[in-house]
């Protein structure tokens, strides 16, 4: 069974950063695609990044590209989503998921495959 353990978030003015971590095994950093959503109060779930070592591939979506950086860190088993220059609308519930593959299809980001999810964390942007 796939597991994922997300750690960061909290709250943070407008123009501010905050981290996220989504840890997995080591295997399943390799052959999976690991995406960040985002949920947001009366909007569908939103794919704004994807981290795949299988694809060799590194995508953002047109909301956050220029402001969110996903990378691996292999010391911790873990891909991060490093956010900066946030804004309030960039509040929600953030989840990590991981899927075969992983893809950019009208400006977001989709998932190849029955995704994994991490179990979600709160992001307050606002002043």
């Known amino acids: 069974q796939l597991q994922l353990e997300q750690s960061g978030g909290g709250s943070v003015q407008p123009g501010g950063s905050l981290k996220l971590s989504c840890a997995a095994s080591?295997?399943?950093?390799?052959?999976?695609?690991i995406s960040w959503f985002r949920q947001v109060p009366g909007k569908e779930r939103e794919g704004i990044s994807c981290f795949s070592t299988a694809q060799n591939s590194i995508i953002y979506a047109d909301s956050v590209q220029g402001r969110f950086t996903t990378s691996r860190d292999n010391a911790k088993d873990a891909v991060s989503l490093q956010m900066n220059s946030l804004k309030p609308e960039d509040t929600g519930i953030y989840y990590c998921a991981a899927s075969a593959q992983c893809r950019k299809r009208s400006g977001t980001i989709i998932t190849l495959g029955t995704p994994h999810w991490g179990q979600g964390t709160q992001v307050t942007v606002s002043s």
């Open positions: 080591r295997s399943a950093l390799d052959f999976h695609a």
